[in-house]
Nanobody, 125 residues
Framework: QVQLVESGGGSVQAGGSLRLSCAASGNTFSRTWMGWFRQAPGKEREGVAAMYTGSGSTYYATSVKGRFTISQDNAENTIYLQMNSLKPEDTGMYYC??????????????????WGQGTQVTVST
C-alpha cells in the first residue's frame, strides 16, 4: 500500500506560479511511473504530467507543455509539479498518482493504483 499526500495548491492570479508537492509513504516508489492529474467541475480527470522516476522520462499534456515541469527529489519519494504562466483553464483539483499497472497511455487515470487526496488550484483572471 502507498499513501500519497499533495500540497502546495492555492489561489493565484493568471500568469502566476505554484509548485505542488506529492510526498509518498508506505511501500513507496523508487523506479516507477508517477503522474499528476487534475479534475475540473463537470470534467473527467485528465493527465497533466507523468515521470518515470528511474530514468527521468517525462510526458506532458499538450495544454501544459512549456509551462509545467514535473520533477523528483534525490530520495525519489517526492515528486513536484512546477506550474508557471498559470491560466484560468488550469483551475481544478490536482492529484498525484502512483502504481501504473499497464503500458500504453501513461496518462490514463484508470491505470494508476494509488492516489492522493488532492490539492486545489484556482487561477483567477
Amino acid at each position: 500500500q502507498v499513501q500519497l499526500v499533495e500540497s502546495g495548491g492555492g489561489s493565484v492570479q493568471a500568469g502566476g506560479s505554484l509548485r505542488l508537492s506529492c510526498a509518498a509513504s508506505g511501500n513507496t516508489f523508487s523506479r516507477t511511473w508517477m503522474g499528476w492529474f487534475r479534475q475540473a467541475p463537470g470534467k473527467e480527470r485528465e493527465g497533466v504530467a507523468a515521470m518515470y522516476t528511474g530514468s527521468g522520462s517525462t510526458y506532458y499534456a499538450t495544454s501544459v507543455k512549456g509551462r509545467f515541469t514535473i520533477s523528483q527529489d534525490n530520495a525519489e519519494n517526492t515528486i513536484y509539479l512546477q506550474m508557471n504562466s498559470l491560466k484560468p483553464e488550469d483551475t481544478g483539483m490536482y492529484y498525484c498518482a502512483d502504481g501504473l499497472r499497464t503500458s500504453g497511455n501513461i496518462m490514463a487515470a484508470w491505470k494508476y493504483r494509488y492516489w492522493g487526496q488532492g490539492t486545489q488550484v484556482t487561477v483567477s483572471t
